[in-house]
């Protein structure tokens, strides 16, 4: 598809010159198309050897953003500008390029595989009650920046909460064993990013980033997209279709955190 072959309204969001954007538009409104041809415009923008960080959430998605940048830059110009991650990938790659700044032992580092939490937790044999409750603690405690000693102090002060005791031994386990779990990447990713020095590192190096879905961001998801990029931003999504509430999205937060960045009420 061609920018001639998009709305008045959806090429007039591909091409706008603001330097943060949101665009809202409901399912099969053509927002990844949109996406697509707004990273075409922000190319001329980027400075020598930057690139563009598109930023998705599963692989699914990943894959359908990855075509459509295919069909509107051309395979080549693709890969020299634009780099598609989903947000546990993307946090992946800092944690392995830097993890060693904050004390993480990567030569024995165990990444995390689908489920490997949920396994973690029905090999202590508690039943599903107590399990739910000491897997939302840990999401909970884990979707700020704390190091693995701050989550364990943390756990300690809900020791009355229902599943305390379970989250604390699992994360022990978790930290004996060196194995790492979603939520440790995206936290430890933000603390990484936090650091001045790495932080400088990416935002040199993305000129522009991309957010497929906003309305599925936790807040630490977007201070990762924003810590790793702050040039140009640009979320597409649509606020009433939010899906990952269970998993920390905080829709109406980060909408208003979007909408001010954007020069929004």
């Known amino acids: 598809m061609t920018v001639s072959a998009l709305s008045d309204e959806q090429a007039a969001a591909a091409r706008a010159e603001a330097r ?10 053509g927002k990844t198309e949109v996406l697509a041809h707004r990273a075409d415009h922000l190319i001329q923008f980027l400075g ?31 890969r020299r500008y634009v780099t598609v991650r989903n947000f546990h990938g993307h946090a992946t790659e800092v944690v392995l390029a830097h993890g060693r700044t904050i004390g993480l032992d990567l030569d024995s580092v165990l990444l995390p595989k689908t489920s490997t939490l949920r396994k973690a937790l029905e090999a202590t044999g508690e039943d599903w009650d107590t399990r739910s409750a000491a897997e939302s603690m840990l999401g909970e405690v884990k979707r700020v920046p704390l190091s693995d000693d701050e989550v364990l102090s943390a756990l300690a002060g809900k020791s009355r909460e229902p599943g305390a005791d379970l989250a604390r031994r699992v994360e022990d386990g978790r930290q004996v064993a060196n194995q790492l779990h979603y939520d440790d990447l995206l936290r430890h990713a933000q603390r990484l ?26 807040l630490q998801q977007l201070d990762i997209a924003r810590l790793s990029c702050a ?7 649509d606020p009433l279709q939010g899906i990952f509430s269970w998993a920390g999205a ?16």
């Open 20 to 29: 943060h954007a949101m665009i809202i538009a409901p399912p099969g409104c």
């Open 48 to 78: 020598p050897n930057q690139r563009i960080l598109a930023l998705t959430f599963t692989n699914r998605a990943k894959a359908n953003l990855q075509e459509r940048l295919r069909n509107v830059l051309g395979y080549a110009r693709m």
């Open 193 to 218: 990013l936090r650091i001045p020095a790495v932080g400088h590192l990416y935002r040199c190096h993305f000129g522009a980033v991309l957010v497929d879905e906003f309305q599925d961001l936790s």
């Open 231 to 237: 040039e140009r931003q640009t979320y597409a999504g």
């Open 250 to 265: 905080a829709p109406e937060e980060v909408e208003r955190e979007i909408r001010a960045s954007c020069g929004g009420a």
